[in-house]
């Protein structure tokens, strides 16, 4: 069978060319003589690996020296425990925004072990849109806010970031490196890998280091930051062949002209999409339009059936991963960095086929 064109939430679509030059060094990777899976993690050479995976992260996203750039396993998952364990002191609360369903996710963790505030929630609205700075009602006592920066099942993400006094964390999961951002608005950044930079299994932090004073006895040793800081992500056996993929994904996004380069195009995507869904009446997009994510684009038709209809025919002419997220239905394009210009292209004219075959 063919290639497809991936439009999977995650794990999703990865660069081409990184696939293939994956491919080309499964076996033998030049200088070893093996696979990259088959040496051990303390080797030199797998050091090599994984300076450059933290140099490109460094370089793409101009990280200061002062933040730590960690490769941990747990996926943004355990990050959710991960960043209330050691950033909020015993006694102290932390706030959070309710925007979807990831940051629904991170406040339920937060809450298993401490006091989280909602400093704002968007259920009532079926989290359709991202809050204005001035409607969040932050605690000054706060150890930090937490955001997810680009709702995945919702589609909405934050434009611009709410400047505050506490340190801001945000999951970035499914927009790592899509966008210039300024790292030094936040605290801590984190995202499972699987979206944007990679494979499944690991996840990608980087935490400003005085954060780390914080930690406390009680921390089971394996989830301080510290010791993953102290250890350069090598406490333990790391998933090496995640790292190795991410270091070819950000050679790959350096070759392209880095970021800026990659949010020229992934809003020359975005847009070509939503200009299709407003163009008429057949599609409706749920999303208030200042909060509309440039990664994972949401929109219905006219009745389920059509919905159906329309992922069946995608199917066939080339087109996977298009339904939307079970809690929700409806259609969603999950459009990363690895999805194509060509990819968008496709699936636009593949809707205005259907449009004039069932509007
Ligand atoms: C996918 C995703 C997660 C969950 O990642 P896991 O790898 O399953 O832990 C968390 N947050 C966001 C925003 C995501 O898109």
Redesign the pocket.
């Known amino acids: 069978m063919a290639r497809v064109f991936n439009f999977n939430?995650?794990p999703a679509a990865m660069p081409e060319p990184v696939l293939q030059r994956a491919k080309s060094e499964l076996l033998e990777m030049s200088g070893l003589g093996i696979s990259v899976m088959n040496i051990s993690h303390r080797s030199g050479e797998f050091q090599n690996i994984i300076d450059s995976a933290e140099a490109g992260i460094r370089d793409l996203l101009s990280v200061p020296q002062e933040y730590a750039v960690l490769f941990l396993q747990?996926?943004?998952?355990?990050q959710?425990a991960m960043i209330p364990m050691n950033l909020r002191r015993p006694g102290k609360s932390a706030d959070y925004v309710e925007s979807g369903r990831?940051s629904q996710?991170?406040l339920k963790e937060a809450q298993t072990t401490g006091k989280a505030n909602v400093v704002w929630s968007g259920k009532e609205e079926d989290y359709t849109r991202i809050p204005e700075p001035a409607e969040l009602r932050l605690d000054p006592d706060a150890e930090y806010l937490h955001i997810?920066s680009?709702?995945?099942v919702g589609g909405i993400r934050w434009n611009r970031f709410p400047e505050i006094a506490a340190p801001l964390i945000a999951?970035?999961?499914?927009e790592i490196l899509s966008r210039v951002i300024d790292v030094t608005r936040f605290g801590l950044i984190y995202a499972?890998a699987?979206?944007n930079l990679g494979p499944?299994g690991i996840?990608l932090v980087i935490i400003r280091q005085d954060l780390v004073e914080r930690e406390h006895a009680g921390i089971p040793i394996f989830l301080r930051y510290s010791t993953h800081i102290r250890e350069r992500s090598l406490y333990n056996t790391p998933n090496t062949w995640a790292i190795y993929m991410l270091k070819l994904t950000c050679e790959w996004l350096q070759s392209r002209g880095g970021l800026k380069e990659m949010q020229r195009i992934n809003e020359e995507k975005a847009a070509l999409l939503y200009q299709t869904i407003d163009s008429s009446g057949f599609w409706r997009s749920p999303v208030d339009k200042n909060s509309r994510s440039i990664m994972n684009v949401v929109w219905r038709l006219p009745s389920v059936s059509l919905e159906e209809r329309f992922l069946e025919e995608a199917k066939e002419a080339g087109m996977v991963g298009l339904k939307g997220h079970r809690s929700v239905g409806g259609i969603r394009a999950s459009i990363y960095n690895a999805v194509t210009l060509e990819a968008v292209k496709t699936l636009v004219s593949f809707m205005k086929e259907f449009e004039r075959k069932n509007g």
């Open positions: 939430p995650g747990g996926s943004a998952s355990l959710f990831f996710k991170a997810c680009n709702e995945t999951d970035m999961s499914s499972g699987q979206k499944s996840a």
